[in-house]
């Protein structure tokens, strides 16, 4: 296997970026924050990308921070390894392009905090998800206190992060974490199938609804309706609109 801390693939309108420390179980550091920020950094340059999958080798997504780092140089920490992801991750949720994320095994701390970040997400059956971050004395980072809650809802948001217990696969598909469990052999088959029906969506479409979905929750109903409008006008220009109208007055016919 690569000793390149991320792997990429391409395939068609796909991008595939696989954390690749799996003896460490994916844990990140200085040199896979790097290498993420550049990956997503020419990922969301390149138009004819429109599905960014985000995976793990090996045996689980991520498993949080490089402990060793962590031991060693913790000063390096916020600069050389929370800022680099913290960036990549600007990037990803400014972006018109869908971030999907395929998690197996443990996903802990900064792993579940990069899965929630993620507009999609589809888990094999023997993930399990636990915040992790009060386990070392942190408060978390990489947007999992932005996005818990949005998720779950304040109070629910506080018990994982606060009670410390893990959530399985099947648990975060009821609490909608997750939007698709399978089995751990169909999920690189599964994954795949689901970026591929993601990138056939209209181009335009898919990202004004990304980007309405990520404002609600800031924006009053007037300023909401508004936007719609707007992305809707917008649309309504579109090539693909007008196929898609004509297809579906062809099909009453």
Known sequence: MSEAPLLQKRSGKLLQLQFNRPASLNAIDSAMAGAFLQAVTEAVADESIRVIILSGAGRSFMAGGDIAQFSRDPQSIPQSLIEPMNQAIRLLGNSDKIVLGSVQGPVAGAGMSLALICDLLIAADNTRF???????????????SWSLPRLLGLRNAMAVALLGDSIKAD?????????????????????????????ELPTLAAASIKRLMQAALQQD???QLDA?????????????FHAAVDGFLAKRK
């Open 228 to 240: 719609e409008k707007q992305a809707f006008s917008q649309c309504i220009e579109q090539p693909d």
């Open 171 to 199: 648990e975060a598909q009821r609490l909608g974490l997750v939007n698709r469990m399978v089995t751990a052999e169909q999920l690189t088959e599964q994954t795949l199938a689901l970026a591929e029906q993601l990138a």
């Open 130 to 144: 636990s915040f992790a971050y009060t386990a070392l004395a942190a408060s978390g980072d990489l947007g999992i």
């Open 221 to 223: 109903l007037s300023s």
